[in-house]
């Protein structure tokens, strides 16, 4: 009897307290952080007229800072919760290389990819660790604009410049913890990976520059950090 009075008394007083670690309802949060982007990438010159295809691989790594909003839903179930949310995320991270004489064709090319804009939509199961303090995994699909500017120059006056923007669709997974300021507002900090499917840039030469097709295949990640301002328009529940 005594077991059955402890075991009962444990769990309401668990049920209470975790109840109370995440407000039910609608959230707003915002967001703002570091993005470290790193690519794969493989460039093929295909001579004009055809040819054998010269190949070159490369990785490459850049680091920007990024700034954005949350829009999520969260319902609780006593120690547990999941949340949906939707995320835009402004970014100023960027690959820059260059090379002189490049493929042995006599021009010199430089290259800059800037990734401006990450959304993402996805779904957060948690765990209520007490009744001030969660933590989380987010798991979701991604779109992230990638603009691929391109520059090479010949002899004298000759040049060839291009600018090429594409989305490119992935996932995220995600983990993170949140800790509860007010009953309206919530602190939180999130690590993120991203991983884009492959996508290929084609451009050609003018013929005074040789005339060449340039395919470059980009295999883009993303690792976010993030600290979130989150404010609950929802109640305890």
């Known amino acids: 009897m005594k077991l059955t009075k402890f075991i009962l008394s444990t769990a309401l007083y668990f049920n209470i307290a975790f109840a109370v670690a995440q407000n039910t309802g609608i959230y707003v949060g915002l967001d703002a952080g570091l993005n470290m982007l790193t690519e794969k990438q493989n460039v093929v010159l295909t001579p004009y007229g055809g040819g054998t295809p010269t190949i070159t691989y490369n990785n490459y790594h850049g680091d920007g800072v990024l700034g954005g909003l949350s829009l999520g839903y969260l319902y609780n179930f006593n120690h547990f919760f999941l949340a949906s949310e939707f995320d835009a995320i402004q970014s100023s991270g960027s690959i820059t290389s260059s090379s002189i004489n490049w493929q042995g064709i006599g021009i010199n090319v430089s290259t800059k990819e800037k990734q401006n804009t990450i959304i993402q939509l996805s779904v957060l199961p948690g765990i209520n660790i007490n009744n001030n303090a969660s933590i989380y995994a987010k798991l979701g699909l991604v779109q992230g604009q990638f603009k691929l500017s391109t520059g ?86």
């Open 152 to 237: 090479a120059n010949g002899a004298g006056d000759l040049g060839y410049s291009g600018d090429i923007s594409k989305w490119l669709s992935g996932y995220v997974l995600g983990l993170g913890t949140n800790e509860k300021l007010t009953n309206k507002l919530n602190l939180r900090l999130e690590y993120d990976f991203i991983d884009y499917h492959s996508q290929s840039f084609t451009n050609t030469l003018p013929l005074e520059l040789g005339g060449s097709t340039i395919t470059t295949n980009l295999h883009p990640k993303n690792q976010l950090i993030m600290l979130s301002l989150i404010y609950n328009f929802g109640s305890n529940a």
